[in-house]
């Protein structure tokens, strides 16, 4: 069963960086399919973040893609997100999830983090 | 980008009853690249149906979906009590992934 959790620090402050890493079990980053970062403002719906595939190759959101790298370590097996600049806004509930087969969809998912922004 | 907007903003039903949830594109979504995911309230969403219309695995046949191009939709066939939750569309297409605002199913 393959399962992912997400690690990271829940407090940032304003104008400096989030970052968050996926750990995932029960499968290898390495032997395929995408992987992904989704968020969830408190209250409020889903915003994809960004996507990479165990060879490096990435998509981002274009509202976020200049504040946002996602990395991937298939020796640690976990891949990574980094957004610079945050502001209030960015308070959210992080969830990394993997993509289906196809790499359209996200059919496994962590139980999310709650990182909150503020001074 | 393509916009996904659900319709309506919240249901009031009750258990037993038929619910048809909308999701409407702002342009054509290419290759039925459209899902369906519910999220309870402290859990991370569910894939419920991929593809427009195929149940994702464990999904029952209670859930189904339908469209095509702009027009999607989720239907219900007998609403039970763990169905009362947050839907959300999500779409694919040129390498970027949009979700609907969700529509939440509340028990009447």
């Known amino acids: 069963q393959v399962q992912l959790q997400e690690s990271g620090p829940g407090l940032v402050k304003p104008s400096e960086t989030l970052s968050l890493t996926c750990g995932v079990s029960g499968y290898s980053i390495s032997s395929g399919y995408w992987w992904g970062w989704v968020r969830q403002p408190p209250g409020e719906g889903l915003e994809w973040i960004a996507t990479?595939?165990?060879?490096?190759?990435?998509y981002y959101n274009p509202s976020l893609k200049s504040r946002v790298t996602i990395s991937v370590d298939t020796s640690n097996n976990q891949f990574s997100l980094t957004l610079t600049s945050v502001t209030a806004a960015d308070t959210a509930v992080f969830y990394c999830?993997?993509?289906?087969?196809?790499?359209?969809?996200?059919?496994?998912w962590g139980q999310g983090t709650l990182v909150t922004v503020s001074s | 980008e393509i916009v996904l907007t659900q319709s309506p903003g919240t249901l009031s039903l009750s258990p037993g009853e038929r619910v048809t949830l909308s999701c409407r594109a702002s342009q054509s979504v290419h290759n039925y690249y459209l899902a369906w995911y519910q999220q309870k309230p402290g859990q991370a969403p569910r894939l419920l149906i991929h593809?427009?219309?195929n149940r994702a695995t464990g999904i029952p046949d209670r859930f189904s979906g339908s469209g095509s191009g702009t027009d999607f939709s989720l239907t219900i066939s007998r609403l039970e009590p763990g169905d009362f939750a947050v839907y959300y569309c999500q779409q694919y297409g040129s390498s970027v992934y949009t979700f609907g605002q969700g529509t939440k199913l509340e028990i009447k």
């Open positions: 593809d427009a219309f």
């Open positions: 999830a993997r993509h289906d087969y196809s790499g359209y969809y996200f059919d496994y």
């Open positions: 990479i595939h165990h060879s490096g190759s990435t």
